[in-house]
Every structure is written in C-alpha cells, then in structure tokens.
C-alpha cells in the first residue's frame, strides 16, 4: 500500500483510487470534499470527461475505465484538482497487481497510438523476493515504439521528461505519468530464456 501526497492544484493519481466521505476518513486522507475537480481521459474518444458525467452515464462511459472489460484500465491515471485546504494530505493506493509475474501472464498494459495515461506500479520496481529489481522503459517496452514519455510534478506544476534508461524508483509508485507511443502496443517484460548446452 503506497500513500501519495498531494499537492494544491492539480495531480495526476491512479485512476483505481476512490474517496471515502469526509467525516469517515482520516484528517489527513484526501476525501470527497478536498477534490474540486476530477478528469479521466478516454483515448477512444479523444476527449476527457468529468466523474460527474461518469456518474450520470456510466453506460456510456464505464466500459473505457473498467477494468473488467478493460484490463489495462487498473494502470490508467486520472487529473484530480486540490484546493489548498487539502494541500500536503495523502492518497491511499493500492495496486491490485504487484508481482511481475502476474503482471506479464495475465495485465499487459496495451497502449493506443498517441498519449496515454498510466502509474507507476510496484511490478516496475521490485519483483517476489528481490529487494531490488528495478526496471527502466527500454526494458519494459514490449512492442511498442516509445517517442516521449513524462512524468507529472504537482509541486512545480511541470512535466517533467524520463530518460527510458532510468531505472524506475520505488517512491514514485502510484504517480502519473504519460507516455506517447507512435501505433497501438502493448507494454513487455520477457524474462531471458537459456538456451540449449552446444552438441559437443
């Protein structure tokens, strides 16, 4: 379980995440009341939509963001606007995949062409029983062309470029990021394969 803190205007948080009312929740969690505004972006639509049109037309709507017709939507981030009452709360998350073994048998995050946006998940960084088993982009690419990818400041208000080399850090778990490919693809780890000994 990672606990985010979240700054006054906007982040960029997972999607999965759900507030409680504020009189149920802890001072120091984000609830209902500190969030101003909420954005999903739908890529099929080329278009944002608000939680209240979510709502008030999940027919519509809930088929992009569900991960039970949509597998790759537990890795989708949204936009959430805090004012500075809530300024320095934190934002409990908790990714339903975190074992890469999981993640490359059965949630392979597909990618469309153009922006998408994702988190960065526990698989990304650690792996069983490895202490450190950190991964960078290049070696998570799958099949995918990757042009840019950028990763949300909420403290400056600023994107911030990621180098695909950089090996990803455990405290930014949970955080968003967009990632521009240039065709639909899936994001892949294989593991290598030995080879068979030589014939002597």
């Not at 690419?141 to 990763?151: D, R, V």
Request: glycine share 4%.
């Amino acid at each position: 379980m990672q606990k985010l803190t979240i700054s006054e205007g906007w982040n960029l948080v997972p999607s999965r995440t759900s507030l409680e009312e504020c009189y149920y929740s802890d001072e120091r969690e984000l609830c209902k009341d500190d969030v101003l505004a909420e954005y999903y972006y739908i890529h099929e639509l080329s278009d944002y939509i608000t939680q209240e049109e979510l709502k008030n037309n999940p027919e519509k709507y809930m088929k992009y963001i569900d991960d039970d017709e949509n597998p790759a939507a537990r890795f989708y981030s949204k936009w959430i606007y805090i004012d500075s009452g809530a300024s320095d709360k934190w934002l409990t998350y908790k990714s339903s995949v975190t074992k890469r073994e999981q993640y490359l048998e059965e949630s392979q995050i597909n990618l469309f062409e153009g922006w998408n946006f994702l988190t960065f998940q526990p698989f990304m960084v650690w792996d069983d029983d490895l202490e450190d088993d950190r991964l960078s982009f290049n070696e998570m690419k799958g099949t995918c062309e990757i042009e840019n990818l950028y990763f949300w400041q909420p403290v400056e208000k600023e994107w911030i470029a990621w180098d695909l080399n950089e090996k990803i850090d455990n405290d930014l778990i949970g955080a968003g990021f967009v990632i521009k490919v240039s065709e639909s693809c899936h994001l892949g780890y294989e593991k290598e394969q030995p080879g068979p000994p030589p014939t002597p």
